[in-house]
């Protein structure tokens, strides 16, 4: 027969600071400075005449100075007292505007450090963490459901010590399927696998098959269904059939057990009052293998 198909339930700009070479900066001379001495017959013995300090003075010695003489090799250009070339600096290489600024008013850019406390600080040892603790053994028993396996978890634990349930309403097959895959990964799967799963759609024998490729060292326990919905039959042959070819697979006749109890469910015919969940934990503990 064909599977039913109902699906389930519910900048700053800066100035050119760069400083002018010495050999092509130009000095502040005086006018007089121009002047040129003409050859004498006792060259060592100074000018008669006295200089005027003044820019008067400058300007008259300009108009007394012949205009083609030749200074001799003695003669030396007169300096203005407020220059010369041994006071200009020397060039600099490279200069930025943080090498102006004072630096005791600047504040260290974002992520510099203290150098002197580098240098006189001891880096201390670093002691390697320990390594975490080892997780949880898992528990005995990992009971795998829906929404009804979920009304009924409280009863569960109460009766079954160390059971670790994941339930979740409206999951279906291959969600369950994923859960097992992820709770192998991480070692958290117990040795015993309780699963409730179907109520929300078909399952077919490629998805069983598939969970019990996953666990081939474990016991795998289903707990067939009661649910008005046309794959509930379907379902429950599909568990039946796949029980029967594994060994490590056991079967737990829920449809069997709740047959003519209709006050145990609620008005939809499958999910649980407490009397309900009371008798399906009871009836899932007194059925586990070993």
Do not use: C
């Amino acid at each position: 027969a064909a599977p039913p198909t109902t699906d389930p339930q519910p900048p700053t700009s800066t100035a050119n600071l760069e400083a002018t070479p010495a050999s092509s900066t130009s000095q502040r001379i005086g006018v007089a400075a121009i002047q040129t001495v003409a050859p004498q017959d006792n060259p060592a013995d100074p000018p008669s005449r006295p200089l005027a300090s003044s820019a008067q003075a400058g300007t008259d010695l300009l108009a007394d100075a012949p205009t083609d003489a030749t200074p001799t090799t003695d003669a030396e250009p007169l300096q203005d007292d407020t220059a010369s070339v041994a006071s200009l600096p020397s060039p600099v290489p490279s200069l930025k505007i943080e090498d102006l600024l004072d630096p005791a008013s600047t504040p260290p850019a974002s992520g510099d450090t203290d150098t002197a406390a580098d240098t006189s600080t001891e880096v201390p040892t670093e002691t390697p963490e320990p390594a975490p603790p080892p997780p949880p053994p898992p528990p005995a028993f990992t009971a795998i459901g829906d929404s009804v396996m979920l009304g009924a978890a409280g009863a569960l634990q109460s009766i079954i010590g160390g059971i670790g349930i994941d339930a979740e309403v409206s999951r279906h097959v291959d969600p369950a399927i994923a859960i097992i895959t992820d709770y192998l990964q991480r070692g958290l799967l117990g040795q015993t696998v309780i699963l409730h799963i179907g109520n929300n759609g078909p399952m077919y024998d490629e998805q069983f098959d598939a969970i019990m490729e996953l666990l081939p060292d474990r016991t795998v326990v289903f707990v067939n269904l009661r649910v008005p919905r046309d794959w509930q039959d379907w379902n429950n042959d599909i568990i039946a059939a796949g029980v029967a070819q594994h060994q490590n697979a056991f079967l737990i006749d829920w449809h069997a057990a709740s047959d003519g109890k209709p006050t145990i469910f609620w008005d939809d015919g499958y999910h649980l009052r407490p009397e309900g969940a009371d008798l399906y934990a009871n009836l899932i503990a007194s059925n586990l293998p070993g």
